[in-house]
């Protein structure tokens, strides 16, 4: 009888507990889903990779499922997507290991499987505001990949998009939305701050505050580039730098007090005549000798991550020895 009837109070209160108030502007989660696709599309325009093509589609029926369902609970579905959200950080975790040089798109893609999986449950303001969040860190690490002004116009329609959010998220915490609904008063009047001419304003005010700021803002030498956006898997434990740590080990030249280890006939010598070894590239160097005769096999020295073609300079030999060039600074 006492199990019986603590069963049926647990299960009363369960069934008389409030589902929390819901967000029913319609406007505002279009907006928000806004965010996120301009989100997802950034980083598919900075990293080079097609997500979006399963990533938007997903999301934006996620979202309006969400919206017919928002009055229930949900609760085998929100089971499913902690399980969901699990693996995918599972995933993130092995992803990081073997991308330790790069972990921004590892971020970047963990933040689009859990908006993914977070689309089918947003029956709340605060849900929407997970969304806008998301959609903020994917614009910044798109921001950090790109290297072309084609982050520009993006940037550009996410400030568009998230005006009118902020807008209406402040007015859904107030009330006014719901208030305004009941006297029927037009959303976008002019003396709203909706109205077309005043979101220009503001919009044209912010920008023209962030570029000031950018423009006014000093360019430290510590601001600026100090290596290149290569993959560098190589392990350096094992490599035999010089003792400043500013010589180029070439194996095959000739260090001072030990042999290369070049196996082409004179390939390891940095003077005189010989032939060249197909194994060993020949432009990393402190000298480059001219002498050497033969033909060089295409090898992959680096990868660089660009958005647009470019001639990348490795070095640059200023001192003509006779024999070849060096690099005498």
Known sequence: MIKERFETIAKGNIA??????????????????????????????????QMSFWAVPLSLAGATWSWYRRRDRN???????????????GTF???????????????AE?????????????????????????????????????QTLAFAPLLLIFLAIALPVLILDYQSRLGISRTRKRQKLPLFSNSSPLSGRNLSRFLLVIVGLGLGIFALMPRFPGYQLQT????????????????????????GYVREGEEGSGTGIGGNRTTGPGELDDTFYYGFGNQINQNLRGELKPKVVLRVRSQSPGF??????????????????
Not at 76 to 88: D, E, H, N, Q
Not at 97 to 107: E, G, H, I, W
Not at 117 to 144: C, E, N, Q, W
Not at 312 to 328: K, L, P
């Open 93 to 107: 975790f092995g992803n990081l290991f073997t991308q330790l040089n790069d972990t921004r798109f590892v971020l």
């Open 228 to 251: 290149f956006p290569v993959s560098s898997p190589i392990e350096l434990g094992d490599q035999n730098f010089d003792s400043d740590n500013r010589g180029i080990v070439n194996p």
């Open 75 to 89: 609760v085998p579905v929100k089971f499913l997507l902690a399980i969901g959200m699990l693996l995918a950080m």
């Open 312 to 329: 990348w300079r490795v070095q640059a030999f200023d001192r003509y020895t006779g024999q070849g060039w060096e690099i005498s600074r």
């Open 110 to 146: 963990l933040l689009i499987q859990l908006q993914v999986l977070h689309s089918f449950d947003l029956p709340r303001r605060k849900d929407l505001g997970y969304s806008m969040v998301i959609g903020l860190i994917l614009l910044g690490v798109a921001g950090t990949l790109s």
């Open 16 to 49: 008389s507990r409030p589902i929390p108030s819901v967000e029913d502007s319609i406007l505002l989660r279009l907006l928000v889903q806004g965010l996120v696709v301009v989100g997802i599309i950034a980083v598919d325009v900075a990293a080079e990779t």
